[in-house]
């Protein structure tokens, strides 16, 4: 289990993905959920692979059946301690994914449905005979394939724009500073946990992680693995039924836990930009649910969602929260609505640069954190990330903010 200071430090793992249910969103009438509030029986074979081992590697899995969540947490208490529900198992080339969501039926979205169509046409190569859903009807092993997808994509583009890879890994515990393991320096693969009902999410907490919440949390599991757990039931009642929606969430909590893992680095990389690079890929994915920025919470039929304006706004009315009071920015309650905007911009800016440089910006900033008080580790952290911007980009923090304000004002459109 994590030590108290790696898990208490700043808070993210709790905090930040607390923010879904402090958004205000719950203004939207919640519903009991796709298919209503009985169990659904899940297919005991999935039937777009058929259950072959072949059809299975084909389509990019290592296995499509139970397995180990951490260590010692074994497939069949965890279906136990959640209640006796159905359970889909699939472990991809770099995560492990345990779900147990429910049919969903499409809310005739038409961003949602473009994009659906666009990923369902991925997953025709992966899985032969594969045919769209009608009304985009997503069933439970649907659902499994289209999220294991959507991860494995997600890791590909983190590596990506980061300038890491898996070779940068291979034999890790015998290069230095490359961490312990094959998974971005981690012994064990990021684990995922999508639950339909917020109850039983709340189970596999208590049980295996001694805490007391239901509706999602970011972790470490026994022996290593970076978790992440989230309930569906939990969006729909904050008003969040969109499938869109839930991927969102998962692609911000997911994009700080691989933040937060690389190198072992556990938690060190500054949480302003863990939660910036979170805003940046969901908002990629879809900008009307960016939900872990406190205080923004958007409705679907209002353009409040849409940054680049506001932002554009702020920065030519000179808003003051420079560069230097961003990297003096390292608790959760202290991010106002403005600074999540400011922040998500920035890293816009900064993810132009190419992944060599992004790789070296990065480098300083996971390593781990050095013992001490709260405001030592603290400075320790504003530190290296000002030295990180001047040996990555060759530009001190107050240049950065320089050159991002100007790219803001030529970049961004209007109101």
């Not at 859903?133 to 997503?138: F, I, N, S, T």
């Not at 998962?250 to 990389?269: C, E, F, K, M, P």
Request: charged share 25%.
């Amino acid at each position: 289990m994590l030590g108290t200071r790696v898990f208490s430090s700043w808070l993210r793992c709790a905090l930040g993905l607390l923010l879904l249910l402090a958004t205000g969103a719950a203004a939207q009438s919640g519903k009991d959920g796709p298919v209503g509030g009985a169990e659904e029986d899940f297919k005991e074979v999935d039937p777009y692979t058929k259950g072959d081992v072949e059809a299975v590697r084909r389509a990019g899995y290592v296995r499509l059946e139970p397995f180990s969540l951490g260590e010692g947490i074994q497939a069949q208490e965890v279906s136990e301690v959640l209640g006796g529900v159905d359970l889909l198992w699939a472990e991809t080339a770099h995560f492990k994914i345990c779900s147990n969501l429910k049919t969903y039926k499409g809310k005739s979205d038409q961003k949602e449905n473009a994009r659906l169509d666009k990923e369902f046409a991925l997953l025709a190569r992966k899985l032969p005979g594969f045919k769209a859903p009608r009304g985009a009807k997503l069933d439970p092993w649907l659902r499994l394939h289209l999220y294991a997808m959507r991860l494995e994509l997600l890791y590909e583009e983190f590596c990506l724009r980061t300038g890491f890879s898996d070779a940068d890994f291979v034999d890790a515990a015998n290069k230095p500073g490359m961490g312990s393991g094959p998974y971005l320096g981690q012994k064990l693969k990021p684990t995922v946990l999508l639950a339909e009902k917020s109850s039983a999410l709340g189970r596999f907490h208590r049980r295996f992680l001694d805490i007391e919440e239901s509706n999602a949390y970011r972790y470490m599991l026994p022996g290593g693995s970076m978790y992440l757990g989230i309930s569906a039931e939990a969006m729909r009642e904050n008003g969040y039924e969109l499938d869109t929606a839930l991927y969102c969430a998962v692609a911000a909590g997911i994009v700080g836990n691989l933040l937060d893992g690389l190198r072992d680095s556990y938690w060190s990389t500054p949480l302003w930009f863990d939660m910036g690079l979170g805003h940046w890929f969901s908002r990629r994915i879809d900008e009307r649910f960016t939900y872990y920025a406190s205080g923004t919470s958007r409705y679907l039929d209002d353009d409040r969602h849409e940054w680049q304006p506001r932002v554009r706004g702020l920065v030519a009315n000179e808003f003051e929260y420079s560069w230097r009071d961003m990297l003096g920015t390292l608790e959760w309650p202290q991010f106002t609505p403005q600074a999540h905007m400011l922040i998500w911009s920035r890293v816009d800016w900064m993810m132009l640069q190419p992944g060599p440089k992004l790789r070296a910006f990065l480098m300083p900033l996971t390593e781990r954190l050095p013992q001490g008080s709260k405001p030592e580790i603290a400075a320790a952290q504003v530190q290296r990330a000002a030295t990180a911007f001047e040996s990555a980009l060759g530009m001190t923090p107050e240049a950065c903010d320089t050159a991002w304000r100007a790219w803001v004002g030529k970049t961004y459109a209007r109101k």
